[in-house]
């Protein structure tokens, strides 16, 4: 077949096993890395085309990671990201730091690839099987990357790291964000399991870059880059101070380095997370000899879908993918700089395996309105018992209203929020997704009704 629209590459990849919306019945046969191996081999290799710099951790990879990329084109290097998931658009998934290929290029390579997988077949002990959407995903991100002659490439994981995709690619440096628990009926019950399988993304003598992290993280993470005789540069050593602030105008940061360098920045990308994300982003490219001052002006105008993003104003509307105890309690603490409780309505939804308890507790210590909404429609949640919980833990005053429909949810919160308050959607990429998918609807209608 030969696709002539890059949404017919998506259906495409879409028709193979997608882990991304499998909630269960996890197999050997799911996550491996001999058949990417032997798929990257029958395409030639793309991925050892350019330099990399591969993340993994359970928040702020995709943030640091398209800081990285946003340093490294403002350097002059033609280059890669590869994100995951995305909030909206599938093509936010690759990109040259942050902008989308053309359309016809993205056929183009698709058409390559798909030509390329009519002659693969990979047999192992159980028979024949075929390779995953996100094994595609990669594998077409390299393609995109190598084609378009990309010089260096920031890798994000998908999922863990020991037996995610992206771990067949020797990187120029690997970087750890911070770790908790997340997607433990897969990755594992605890921290040092969880970190354990992000560490495997360490590499024989490459350069490690570790964020903040909990003890037994980074006695994990030191022990594997040992073994690896892996060089390591860890966050909390590099700095002596970090201060935060969440204004209007952006999130206000001042670095002190160990060495004696102090710098302020003002970031687009609000959030007390991103002051963590852009100085682990700033010590790899200090480090590395990739810092200089003229990547300040992109650097700090970077921002990427679902970070704090402002999708409208009166009332404001905000869309978060924070998904995390801590992810969630920095962004609520750096919202509540800007309004007042009185002022903020939240949309939450949150997956199955998430910490629900304390997670329910940040947002009822932050907003007197909450709605609960559906996180997308084909990974697991129970809104009956989350709208329970929340029930449980609210006191007087406090309006818990369970509306599954996103497109719903977002009257309901427009509603009654005040013209100079805002909404904030929280909880889920997926959750956030599909409220940003419902206003661009609802703002199109309202378009066609004024022409």
């Known amino acids: 077949m030969a696709i002539t629209r890059f949404s017919e590459m998506i259906t495409f990849m879409e028709t193979f096993t997608n882990l991304e919306k499998q909630t269960d019945n996890y197999t050997t046969r799911s996550y491996r890395l001999d058949r990417m191996g032997v798929l990257l081999t029958h395409l030639g290799n793309p991925e050892r085309d350019f330099k990399k710099i591969h ?11 398209s800081y990285l990329a946003t340093a490294l084109s403002a350097l002059g290097y033609k ?7 995305h909030l909206s658009d599938y093509r936010e998934r690759f990109t040259l730091a942050g902008t989308f290929f ?9 058409n390559e690839l798909i030509e390329s997988l009519s002659h693969f077949t990979f047999t192992d002990e159980w028979g024949p099987t075929s390779p995953t959407t996100f094994e595609l995903f990669c594998a077409y991100a390299y393609l995109l990357f190598s084609r378009s002659r990309c010089q260096w490439a920031v890798i ?11 771990n067949t690619i020797t990187p120029e440096a690997v970087v750890l964000t911070p770790i908790e628990l997340e997607h433990t ?8 399991q969880i970190a354990y399988e992000k560490s495997k993304i360490i590499k024989e003598g490459v350069p490690v870059f570790i964020g903040y992290q909990d003890g037994v993280v980074m006695e994990t993470f030191l022990n594997e880059a040992a073994a690896r005789h892996a060089p390591v540069h860890r966050l909390d050593q590099a700095l002596v101070a970090l ?12 670095y002190q380095w160990a060495d004696g360098t102090e710098e302020t ?27 200089d001052a ?6 700090t105008a970077n921002a990427i879908p679902g970070r704090f993003q402002q999708i409208s104003s009166h009332p404001a509307l905000y869309i978060d993918g924070a998904h995390t105890l801590h992810s969630l309690e920095a962004l609520l603490s750096s919202f509540s700089e800007l309004y007042r409780r009185e002022q903020i309505t939240i949309i939450y939804g949150a997956l199955e395996d998430k910490d629900h308890t304390h997670m329910v507790r940040a947002v009822l210590e932050s907003a007197d309105r909450i709605i609960i909404s559906r996180p997308g429609t084909y990974k697991k949640s129970d809104l009956p018992s989350l709208k329970a919980l929340f029930d449980s833990m609210a006191t007087a005053g406090q309006t818990i209203t369970l509306i599954e429909e996103n497109s719903s949810a977002l009257e309901r919160a427009l509603e009654i929020t005040s013209q100079d308050g805002a909404i904030l959607v929280c909880g889920s990429f997926y959750l956030g997704g599909g409220i940003k998918e419902a206003f661009e609807a609802r703002r199109a209608r309202h378009e066609s009704q004024l022409a």
Do not use: W
């Not at 053309?102 to 698709?110: N, R």
């Not at 009926?185 to 040092?192: A, D, E, F, V």
């Open 294 to 299: 003229s990547i300040l002006p992109a650097f």
């Open 185 to 192: 009926r897969i990755l594992g019950n605890t921290l040092t």
């Open 156 to 166: 994000e994981t998908g999922l863990g790291g020991r037996l995610d995709a992206t």
């Open 55 to 65: 993340l993994a951790g359970s928040k702020g990879k995709g943030s640091t990671a």
């Open 265 to 291: 920045l003002l970031l687009a990308m609000r959030s007390h997370v991103q002051a963590q994300n852009s100085a682990l982003a700033l010590l790899l490219l200090r480090t590395l000899g990739l810092y």
């Open 243 to 254: 201060g935060t602030t969440t204004t209007a105008c952006g999130e206000a940061v001042t």
């Open 102 to 110: 053309d359309e016809p290029f993205l056929v183009e390579v698709g």
């Open 79 to 85: 280059t890669g990201l590869f994100l995951s998931p």
